[in-house]
C-alpha cells in the first residue's frame, strides 16, 4: 500500500468504526487524467446509500485538515459488491459456508485456479491457511500467502434471484 493509501487507512478505520463499518480496501491510483482515493467499506447485512454518504461527509474535511494528498484528487466511497474481493483471514472467517474463485501464485494439488466452499482458517506454524470444500466433496487447504486472488462466486441464477448477505 503507499504511503497515502496507509495514511487514508489510518484516518478512515476510526470513522468506520464508529458508524458500524468494516474497511474493506483502499487504493490511490491515476486513472485516465485524474487521481483517484477509492475506499471500500461493508457490514454486516450490506451498506446501503446512507452509510455510504455519511462516511464520505466525515472522511472529505478530515482529508482535507490532513492535507496529506498531494494531488487533486476524486474521492470514491463505495460498497465492495456482491462479487467482493477476500484478502484477510477475517475475510475468509466472515464468508464460511460461501463460495469463492481463487487464484493461487503457485500450484496446490495441481491446481493454480479452482471455485470451492469456504470451510475454515486454520492457523499453520506462523501463517493462516483457508481450508475449501471442492465440488468432488475433497478439501483442499491453501496458505493465506499463496492466494493471488479470491472473490465470492455465485452463479448467474443465484444473483438474478438475490444472494443472502452476512
Not at 457490514?43 to 452509510?51: E, F, L, M, P, Q
Not at 493461487?104 to 486454520?122: H, P, Y
Not at 481450508?131 to 438474478?160: D, H, M, Q, W
Request: with cysteine; proline share 4%; glycine share 6%.
Amino acid at each position: 500500500m503507499s504511503m497515502i493509501a496507509d495514511k487514508a487507512w489510518a484516518l478512515t478505520e476510526p470513522v468506520c468504526a464508529e458508524l458500524g463499518l468494516q474497511l474493506v480496501e483502499i487504493d490511490y491510483r491515476k486513472r485516465g487524467s485524474r487521481w483517484v482515493l477509492a475506499i471500500l467499506v461493508d457490514k454486516v447485512g450490506g451498506v446501503g446509500v446512507s452509510d455510504l454518504s455519511e462516511l464520505s461527509s466525515q472522511l472529505d474535511p478530515l482529508f482535507d485538515i490532513e492535507d496529506f494528498i498531494p494531488n487533486k484528487y476524486v474521492l470514491e466511497v463505495s460498497s465492495p459488491g456482491v462479487l467482493r474481493a477476500l484478502k484477510r483471514p477475517d475475510d475468509f472467517i466472515r464468508f464460511s459456508g460461501h463460495r469463492a474463485k481463487v487464484f493461487l501464485s503457485d500450484m496446490v494439488e495441481n491446481r493454480k485456479r479452482f471455485v470451492g466452499v469456504i470451510r475454515a482458517v486454520v492457523q499453520r506454524e506462523q501463517d493462516p491457511a483457508v481450508v475449501f470444500e471442492l465440488s468432488s466433496g475433497a478439501t483442499l487447504e491453501v496458505p493465506l500467502a499463496l492466494i493471488r486472488r479470491a472473490n465470492l462466486y455465485y452463479t448467474t441464477k443465484e444473483l438474478l434471484t438475490g444472494v443472502g448477505r452476512k
